[in-house]
């Protein structure tokens, strides 16, 4: 296990450990039926002008918070915001609901926030803790005739590819896997419209892996990621809500720390600020507490609305 009070953030293993569903707030999505939308090319990625709702379903690192055997105040806490489920988050437009990642607590997360539907994935990168949960969306197969889409980097949906060999190999027909319809986004910087929704992908780098952030009009969600390039940081302007990778205090090789991730949000001047996939190094409340106007901590749960 990692010594107390640090927080090794090991974002390639895998650590499948499923929890009880903490004691957080419980959600009432509208998750209305909808027809998927095309997946043209846009002119206009700001266009999207309908209020977006933002469901953040996991905040914490690759670990998860409480960490595995770590006795810790904040693995102890009983503040249901200290319990962190591995990263993701749901976008929701007109009853169009898009999932960011499917992390390895995938089916707890879209059980406590009663989703019925989903239209489409986005992948980030494929990391374990964004990546092994895919499973779950099985259910979910059926809503269109191709199966579920889902958009990636060609090296992400290559690595899909790989990492669930048997989701792509002729079987016989039972149901027992996703049905999935893959869309690479070339180039990576190249807007899209998915679910009727216009998507800017936002390219960073995450130590050296290129991961994607994503923006939907006002809205952006940019995770693992501890360099932003000069082109990307253009395409994070006039944001209502940016949603940011914030480890911890302490500097990492392949994350935002707090004061790194600050450092943006005063360079960006978004008009709230939520920090994501933090380690159990940060106490909701307190840290919160020292955070300047505008930005803090997101938890599981949080629903954010964005005009
Ligand atoms: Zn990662
Ligand atoms: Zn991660
Ligand atoms: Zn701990």
Known sequence: MPPLGRCPDQDAKASEAPED????????????????????????????????????????????????????????????????????????????????????????????????????????????????????????????????????????????????????????????????????????DRPFVVAGLDVQPVPVLHGTTPVLGFRFGNLAYVTDTNQIPPASLELLRELDVLVLDALRDRPHPTHFSLSEALEVVAELGPRRTYFTHICHDLDHAATNRRLPPGVELAYDGLIVDVP
């Open 21 to 188: 569903p903490p004691p957080g707030p419980r959600f009432a999505l509208l998750v209305f039926l909808a027809t998927f939308g095309d997946t043209s090319p846009m002119t206009d990625p700001r266009r999207t002008r309908d209020p977006l709702r933002l469901t953040f379903l996991g905040t914490g690192t690759s670990h998860g918070v409480p960490v595995i055997g770590c006795a810790c105040a904040v693995c102890r806490s009983t503040d249901p915001r200290n319990r962190r489920y591995r990263p993701s988050v749901l976008v929701q437009r007109r009853g169009q609901t898009i999932l960011v990642d499917t992390p390895p607590e995938l089916r707890l997360q879209l059980l406590r926030a009663e989703v019925t539907r989903l239209d489409a994935i986005l992948y980030t990168h494929t990391h374990a803790d964004h990546l092994f949960g895919l499973d779950d969306v099985r259910v979910f197969s059926g809503h269109t005739a191709s199966g579920l889409p889902v958009f990636g980097s060609r090296q992400t949906l290559e690595n899909l590819r790989r990492q669930f060999y048997y989701v792509f190999i002729e079987t016989p027909a039972a149901g027992g896997k996703p049905r999935l319809d893959l869309h690479a986004i070339e180039p990576l």
